[in-house]
């Protein structure tokens, strides 16, 4: 038996996990640079705003209603979700985190335990814990653990927040209520396809033949169609490390200058030899992009990138500094504004054992020097190290005019109780 446990509303809910006056009122997340929606509380769903809606084009909305408007807050957001997963844990090892506010459980020879009970224990567990609401659906597959979830979300008052898939006629019911839109693994694209053809709920998807799922969906679509007949074909997955790393930002405004561009990609540099290190890889290739602003008419536009094959495999900060600034020397284009760069690292390999090159290779004592760095930033902070190129004051140069404190992240914004 699987669950699935999923986070309510995750970023509006842990905005208000701090901010408890904000408990019924709508809430909305932006994303990098404030600019579109990413997050909505069910009192924001209501009002009809769109997931992705431009902030700008809803500004008289969230002032109409009075909606409580934050900047994505993703180092919090990592936090929680680390909290959250540490509980999960301790009810059984065997765990797939499959996104930041989800994960899959497997409750293999749980035979003698009442799983509703625990599904309702892991809910009131989390929420105490944490104070971030989550939705449990038990059933014997990834897949209909999904759509156990689905409705353990849909009808709160029904379900108290969990569902327990165990029986056929629970299955049957389940599925011919999903529409096939909202089934796990069928895209935006396929579901416009099946809806065409008059395939509009779970149940209408499994009564297609094999033949025509493989044919149309590939062996993907026929594993979620034995996934939803029940027939276990899905495993909980191991973490694995990533095969790119990339880090992409819009900028607060628009640049002209190599120099100033030159920091932005060397900062993105560092942080995603940061995230290499932590994986124990290294990475073999490099791209590098910069664009404009497209949604500028009344501006010249230029988008470039650059893939550089590296000489030898390396996760230094400096190296890869290096390489990042040597790409953007050959793409940038003087005369233009920029309003976005980055840098994505693929081709990524273990640090251990590596290729090594007969002429040329990674400095030695980087990895000493890394590690040192390293050590330091987790025990003081973050980026209290930096490269000489990097800005000094480590401004991250985006519009996060509406960011909340970082109440469990850093110690200077904890949040202080008054008590008289």
Not at 321 to 328: D, I, N, R, T, W
């Amino acid at each position: 038996m699987f669950a699935l446990v999923d986070c309510n509303n995750f970023y509006a809910s842990c905005e208000r996990v701090f901010r408890p006056d904000l408990n019924g009122k709508p809430i909305v997340v932006l994303s990098n640079n404030d600019g579109c929606v990413i997050a909505r509380s069910n009192e924001a769903k209501a009002l009809g705003i769109p997931m992705g809606a431009p902030a700008f084009h809803h500004q008289e909305v969230f002032e109409k209603h009075n909606v409580k408007v934050f900047s994505a807050n993703f180092g919090l957001y990592g936090d929680m979700s680390s909290r959250v997963m540490s509980i999960l844990f301790t009810y059984t090892p065997k765990m797939e985190i499959y996104s930041i506010d989800e994960a899959f459980l497997n409750f293999d020879g749980f035979d003698l335990y009442n799983l509703q009970e625990l599904g309702t224990q892991m809910r009131h567990k989390v929420l105490t814990g944490t104070g971030i609401p989550v939705s449990v659906g038990f059933a014997p597959t990834k897949a209909l653990a999904k759509v156990a979830n689905h409705i353990a979300k849909k009808f709160p008052e029904r379900t108290g927040g969990v569902y327990f898939m165990d029986s056929e006629e629970k299955r049957i019911k389940a599925l011919k209520w999903l529409g096939v839109e909202d089934v796990w693994g069928i895209g935006k694209q396929h579901s416009k396809k099946l809806i065409y053809l008059g395939v509009k709920t779970a149940y209408d998807f499994i009564q297609l033949s094999d033949g025509w799922i493989k044919k149309n969906m590939s062996v993907v679509g026929l594993r979620l169609k034995r996934e939803l007949q029940g027939e276990r074909t899905l495993e909980l997955e191991d973490l694995k490390n990533k095969q790119s790393i990339a880090t992409t930002r819009s900028f607060d405004r628009m640049y002209t200058s190599l120099i100033e561009l030159n920091e932005r990609v060397i900062t993105f540099a560092v942080t995603c030899a940061e995230k290499l290190r932590q994986q124990k890889s290294c990475c073999q290739a490099m791209m590098v992009f910069i664009h404009t602003n497209f949604h500028r008419e009344d501006l010249a536009q230029c988008s470039k990138n650059i893939v550089l094959k590296l000489p030898y495999p390396t996760s230094s900060s400096s190296e890869l500094a290096k390489f990042a600034k040597e790409a953007l020397a050959r793409i940038f284009v003087n005369g233009y504004c920029y309003k976005k760069a980055g840098v994505i690292l693929m081709d990524i390999v273990p640090a251990l054992p590596n290729q090594l090159n007969l002429f040329e290779h990674s400095n030695p004592k980087h990895k000493a020097l890394m590690k040192a760095i390293d050590r330091i930033n987790a025990d003081f902070g973050p980026h209290k190290i930096l490269l000489a190129a990097q800005d000094p004051a480590r401004r991250w140069k985006m519009k996060q005019e509406k960011l909340s404190p970082h109440y469990t992240t850093r110690l200077d914004e904890i949040m202080i109780i008054k008590a008289d």
